[in-house]
């Protein structure tokens, strides 16, 4: 039974041909998110030559701020953020940034993406756990299309954004850190209803957004809190006692507002 015989010959060689090429796979960058990459960078103003290592002839793993996953060579994390010295990045963010599927890190903080609004088409970057967008120019409304960034554990959107509503961070039920210090909120009333309900949220920084209303809460859903920064807002009314039961609360700031009577005591709670 010839056929037989070379079946096990054809399948051994077909293994080890496809464990030499994902072996050379885990070492190189992937062609198609080589390209993406390379589109991403004709269409930026970088005028302190940060991306001067993105060159068509070299390993894209090897760029500066790309790194791979080591066993799969997928891009992962893309770290641009502006350099202290020099002006940063700008002009715009090409859609062919989508093709990276596993991406998991995004920073482009402290950039000059100067009164532009961040790309909806972000919300379409699902791998993304980690997206840091702060100080990076960026104005406007911030998009509801990050509600569908669901794997997302941490969201630092600090800036001068404005924000019409709150209910897109419903979908992001991961989510464990929350900056969103000097972002307007004063449109919007329900702010605490929508964050009380994220399950796993430790860090919550809400410095300077024009809150003027702190309601009260019948359940703490986010009883994990750990960090919680109100300063600087236009409370006017009593610490609500719900502050006082988050028991796993270590850093608490409440300055810099008008809030009136007596700090509810210890034995009470
Ligand atoms: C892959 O990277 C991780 C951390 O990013 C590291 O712990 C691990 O040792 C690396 N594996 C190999 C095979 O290089
Ligand atoms: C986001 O970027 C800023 C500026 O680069 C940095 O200070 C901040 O710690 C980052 N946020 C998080 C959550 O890593
Ligand atoms: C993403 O979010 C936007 C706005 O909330 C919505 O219109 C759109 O359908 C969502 N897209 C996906 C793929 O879920
Ligand atoms: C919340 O955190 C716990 C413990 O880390 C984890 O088991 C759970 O899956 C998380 N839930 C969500 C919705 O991320
Ligand atoms: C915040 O937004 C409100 C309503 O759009 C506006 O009246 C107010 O001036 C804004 N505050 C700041 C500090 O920009
Ligand atoms: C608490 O979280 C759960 C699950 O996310 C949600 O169904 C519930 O409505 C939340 N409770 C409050 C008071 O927001
Ligand atoms: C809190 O509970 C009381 C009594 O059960 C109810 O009347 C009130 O509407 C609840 N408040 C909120 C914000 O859910």
Redesign the pocket.
Known sequence: MKASNRAPAALLFVLTFTASISLINSALCRERERQALLSVKQALDDPSNFLSSWDAAVDCCEWDGVLCNNLTGHVSELHLQSPDSGPGLGGKIDTSLLSLKHLRFLDLSQNDFTGTQIPGFFGSLVSLEYLNLSYAGFRGIIPHHLGNLSNLHTLDLSGSLAVDSLEWL?GL?HLEFLNSNYANLSKVPNWL?VV????NLTELHLSSCGLDHIAP?????FSSLAVLDLSSNEFQSLVPNWIFSLTNLVSLQLQRNNFEGPIPSAEKT
């Open positions: 419903s039920s209803q009380n309900k994220l399950p809460l019948n359940n703490t859903n």
